[in-house]
């Protein structure tokens, strides 16, 4: 029964552990949102500064997963080059070591007064970042009461037959005892966790210091496994390029770390005993491999480049290719791949209004079908980033990650409106101009030219808005309403000229030609409203409506 009540215990603490440290890092990521994210993205520039950066927000957030699916989402949209991403994982990995060499010290002290303040800035705040640094304030003091009552769960079990016998045969195995923790590790999502459980086990002398070395690299590898199993490559191994490539690095460090560790007695003497020589140990491991493959980075890079190679799949331009459910659990990283995602219906938008203008002006036969297919394709775009944003955990979501959301769904939405006006329309004037075969004259096929690529001057200029938030260019976007007006109302008065003249011939392809002038003024007004319109609108330079007040 004792036994029974010893079990339960630990595996309360050691949830209550993993809560902790899960509170520290949702508060941290729902505090700063998409600026952590923007912030890793500019600072990477370099192998070095890419070594710090993944460790300063590794430290911060308290998880090298959530850090390297940043990193993912970056190399992949091509924003970080492979090279400073491996650089910024072997930062990440050191980074983890931090949080683990504060809680040697034992500051179980400070656990009541964290708690206490985080309440406090929880409960008397509204939502926003003051609260959501609360919240982590709370998971950090609960992260010390957890590792202080498996400390205290510890002490009456150095003298357990069972738990003695165990551990001395893993320590007689420490293949078997690397595997074991690798597993631990990889079940708990927590690197930071498992090594504190080790610490407790050495700090009793339940673990000796082969046994509690083992562990810690089994640890440190086990924490690089659940990327790989559990990231997802959307059909693209090119994807798994950083994942993989910093399990490369955690394998050969194990290797290494498992063969020289019957030689280790002088270093166990060098790192002291206990928790600290375990906290110690875990440093020094992941400053030796970040010593050893920082200078190699660039054929290292090479060699998975070689051995993960991009795939596209040109036939199947419906298939999302950036949104990654494991992406989920990092709100910063969800809303990357989904903007990521909105911005690839703009390329399909572009090539179809190309194929549009060669169905009008009828030089290819085959144009109008091909872009019906590429606006179905937009449409199944639209509703798989609509879903994967709707699905999203609202309450994981800062204020600024809320509007990030609203304005991706904005210009997803508008994009697919777009695209349906110009299959609804453009497309179905393509096909009566070949029903009736009627032709443009040399004038409106001139103009009809111009208007056309105006209108994808307007899609680049939309797409770039999106990313940049420009007010300046948004306010030269809206305006381009005004020059569709002019346009249309042009084309209206020459239209009366021919009623006026007699040509009724000519009047009916006037009449269709300014048919097709609206829906290229409808297919340019959702491009406004897609990406200028929600800019202005948070700058306050837009109207309610466009009536002058009554008198």
Same mark, same amino acid.
């Given at each position: 029964m004792r036994e029974l009540q010893v079990l339960i215990a630990f595996g309360g603490f050691v949830a209550l552990l993993l809560w902790g440290v899960r509170m520290v890092q949702t508060g941290v990521q729902r505090a700063f949102g998409k600026s952590l994210g923007l912030?890793?993205? /500019?600072?990477?520039?370099?192998?070095?500064?890419?070594? #710090?950066? %993944? @460790? $300063?927000?590794? +430290?911060?957030? &308290?998880?090298? =997963?959530?850090?390297?699916?940043?990193?993912?989402?970056?190399?992949?949209?091509?924003?970080?080059?492979?090279?400073?991403?491996?650089?910024?994982?072997?930062?990440?990995?050191?980074?983890?070591?931090?949080?683990?060499?504060?809680?040697?010290?034992?500051?179980?002290?400070?656990?009541?007064?964290?708690?206490?303040?985080?309440?406090?800035?929880?409960?008397?705040?509204?939502?926003? /970042?003051?609260?959501?640094?609360?919240?982590?304030?709370? #998971?950090? %003091? @609960? $992260?010390?009461? +957890?590792?202080? &009552?498996?400390? =205290?769960?510890?002490?009456?079990?150095?003298?357990?037959?069972?738990?003695?016998?165990?551990?001395?045969?893993?320590?007689?195995?420490?293949?078997?005892?690397?595997?074991?923790?690798?597993?631990?590790t990889w079940a708990s999502h927590s690197s930071v966790a498992v090594v504190v459980l080790i610490m407790s086990l050495a700090h009793h002398g339940l673990a000796p210091p082969e046994l509690a070395y083992a562990l810690v690299l089994g640890a440190n590898l086990?924490?690089?496994?659940?990327?790989? @199993?559990?990231?997802?490559?959307?059909?693209?191994?090119?994807?798994?390029?950083?994942?993989?490539?910093?399990?490369?690095?955690?394998?050969?460090?194990?290797?290494?770390?498992?063969?020289?560790?019957?030689?280790?007695?002088?270093?166990?003497?060098?790192?002291?005993?206990?928790?600290?020589?375990?906290?110690?140990?875990?440093?020094?491991?992941?400053?030796?491999?970040?010593?050893?493959?920082?200078?190699?980075?660039?054929?290292?890079?090479?060699?998975?480049?070689?051995?993960?190679?991009?795939?596209?799949?040109?036939?199947?331009?419906?298939?999302?290719?950036?949104?990654?459910?494991?992406?989920?659990?990092?709100?910063?990283?969800a809303l990357g791949q989904a903007a990521r995602e909105a911005l690839r219906l703009t390329d399909l938008l572009r090539e179809s209004l190309r194929l549009t203008e060669q169905a009008l002006l009828r030089e290819d036969p085959r144009a109008a079908g091909q872009a019906r297919y590429l606006n179905g394709a937009i449409s199944q775009l639209d509703r798989a980033v609509t879903t994967y944003l709707a699905t999203q955990d609202q309450e994981s979501l800062s204020a600024e990650d809320a509007q990030y959301l609203k304005s991706i769904l904005t210009f997803s939405m508008n994009i697919a409106h777009a695209a349906d006006v110009s299959g609804m329309g453009l497309l179905g004037h393509a096909s009566r101009l070949h029903k009736q075969h009627w032709a443009l004259d040399a004038e409106q096929r001139t103009e009809l030219v111009e208007v056309l690529a105006r209108l994808q001057r307007n899609l680049r200029q939309a797409a770039a808005l999106f990313v940049s938030g420009d007010r300046t260019v948004?306010?030269?976007?809206?305006?381009?309403?005004?020059?569709?007006?002019?346009?249309?109302?042009?084309?209206?008065?020459?239209?009366?000229?021919?009623?006026?003249?007699?040509?009724?011939?000519?009047?009916?392809?006037?009449?269709?030609?300014?048919?097709?002038?609206?829906?290229?003024?409808?297919?340019?007004?959702?491009?406004v409203n897609a990406a200028a319109y929600p800019i202005l609108d948070r700058h306050g330079e837009l109207r309610p409506n466009r009536l002058r007040k009554s008198e």
């Open positions: 912030w890793m993205n /500019r600072a990477m520039g370099s192998p070095s500064r890419a070594f #710090g950066t %993944g @460790l $300063l927000v590794t +430290a911060a957030i &308290q998880s090298s =997963t959530a850090t390297g699916l940043m990193i993912t989402g970056f190399a992949l949209d091509g924003l970080v080059p492979l090279v400073p991403g491996l650089a910024a994982m072997l930062g990440a990995n050191v980074g983890t070591t931090l949080i683990v060499q504060a809680l040697a010290f034992d500051p179980t002290a400070l656990a009541p007064g964290l708690i206490l303040a985080g309440v406090w800035m929880f409960r008397h705040y509204e939502p926003g /970042r003051t609260r959501d640094l609360g919240r982590a304030l709370i #998971g950090l %003091g @609960l $992260l010390l009461l +957890a590792l202080h &009552q498996l400390v =205290t769960l510890f002490e009456p079990l150095q003298k357990a037959p069972l738990l003695g016998s165990t551990l001395l045969a893993l320590t007689d195995a420490p293949v078997i005892a690397l595997a074991v923790s690798a597993a631990l086990g924490t690089a496994v659940n990327p790989v @199993l559990e990231g997802g490559d959307n059909g693209n191994p090119a994807a798994r390029r950083v994942p993989m490539g910093n399990l490369g690095t955690r394998i050969a460090g194990g290797l290494l770390g498992l063969t020289l560790l019957p030689w280790s007695g002088p270093l166990m003497t060098a790192l002291g005993g206990g928790a600290h020589g375990v906290a110690n140990f875990h440093l020094l491991f992941n400053l030796t491999v970040a010593a050893c493959f920082l200078p190699v980075l660039r054929p290292y890079a090479r060699l998975l480049q070689w051995l993960l190679p991009p795939r596209t799949d040109p036939h199947d331009p419906a298939r999302p290719q950036y949104l990654d459910e494991s992406a989920r659990e990092v709100p910063a990283v948004a306010r030269a976007l809206a305006f381009e309403k005004e020059h569709f007006r002019d346009l249309e109302a042009r084309a209206a008065e020459r239209h009366l000229e021919r009623i006026k003249t007699g040509h009724i011939a000519a009047a009916d392809i006037s009449a269709f030609y300014l048919e097709i002038l609206r829906d290229a003024g409808g297919v340019n007004a959702c491009l």
